[in-house]
C-alpha cells in the first residue's frame, strides 16, 4: 500500500515536470537589425549624457564639441546600417477614381440617391447634408 502511494507521487510529479519538446513555444525571430538598434538606443543615451555634463559644467567646450562630434559620426554609421539592412516596402499603386459627371445646370440642387447626397455641380457624394460641397466649394442648397 505504501509502495503505492510513492508510485502514485512520484508519477503525478514527474507528469507535472516533464516538459514536451513540441509544447514549448518557439523562440522569437531574431532581427537582423536588433544590434544595431541597441548600438542606436546606447548612442543616444551617452548623447544625453553629455549634454548633461556639460550642462552641469562637468566638461569644457572643446571636449563637449568633439565627442558630441564623434557619436553624432558613429550615429549616421549606425542608421545607415540599419537602412541597409532594413527591406524597403514597395510604394503602393496609385489608385484611380473615377469623378462623376457634373449635372447640368439648373437641375435640383441637392439629390438625396440612398442615404448619400450628391452635389450637382461636381457629382461629389456625401454622406449627410452639408451647406456648401467639400470638393467643389459651391453652395448645397436642398
Same mark, same amino acid.
Given at each position: 500500500?505504501?509502495?503505492?502511494?510513492?508510485?502514485?507521487? &512520484? #508519477?503525478?510529479? $514527474?507528469?507535472?515536470?516533464?516538459?514536451?519538446?513540441?509544447?514549448? @513555444? =518557439? /523562440?522569437?525571430? !531574431?532581427?537582423?537589425?536588433?544590434?544595431?538598434?541597441?548600438?542606436?538606443?546606447?548612442?543616444?543615451?551617452?548623447?544625453?549624457?553629455?549634454?548633461?555634463?556639460?550642462?552641469?559644467?562637468?566638461?569644457?567646450?572643446?571636449?563637449?564639441?568633439?565627442?558630441?562630434?564623434?557619436?553624432?559620426?558613429? &550615429? #549616421?554609421?549606425? $542608421?545607415?546600417?540599419?537602412?541597409?539592412?532594413?527591406?524597403?516596402? @514597395? =510604394? /503602393?499603386?496609385? !489608385?484611380?477614381?473615377?469623378?462623376?459627371?457634373?449635372?447640368?445646370?439648373?437641375?435640383?440642387?441637392?439629390?438625396?440617391?440612398?442615404?448619400?447626397?450628391?452635389?450637382?455641380?461636381?457629382?461629389?457624394?456625401?454622406?449627410?447634408?452639408?451647406?456648401?460641397?467639400?470638393?467643389?466649394?459651391?453652395? &448645397?442648397?436642398?
Amino acid at each position: 500500500m505504501f509502495a503505492a502511494v510513492i508510485v502514485v507521487i &512520484l #508519477a503525478t510529479t $514527474l507528469f507535472v515536470l516533464f516538459i514536451r519538446a513540441k509544447d514549448i @513555444p =518557439a /523562440p522569437d525571430p !531574431v532581427s537582423p537589425t536588433q544590434h544595431l538598434e541597441e548600438r542606436k538606443a546606447a548612442i543616444y543615451e551617452n548623447l544625453r549624457d553629455l549634454q548633461f555634463e556639460y550642462r552641469v559644467g562637468k566638461l569644457s567646450d572643446a571636449d563637449y564639441q568633439s565627442t558630441k562630434l564623434s557619436l553624432q559620426k558613429e &550615429l #549616421a554609421v549606425v $542608421l545607415g546600417e540599419i537602412d541597409k539592412l532594413t527591406p524597403k516596402a @514597395p =510604394a /503602393p499603386a496609385a !489608385v484611380k477614381v473615377k469623378r462623376p459627371e457634373p449635372v447640368a445646370a439648373g437641375t435640383v440642387h441637392a439629390a438625396v440617391n440612398g442615404d448619400s447626397i450628391a452635389c450637382p455641380h461636381c457629382g461629389a457624394k456625401f454622406s449627410h447634408a452639408m451647406k456648401f460641397c467639400g470638393e467643389c466649394g459651391k453652395a &448645397l442648397v436642398s
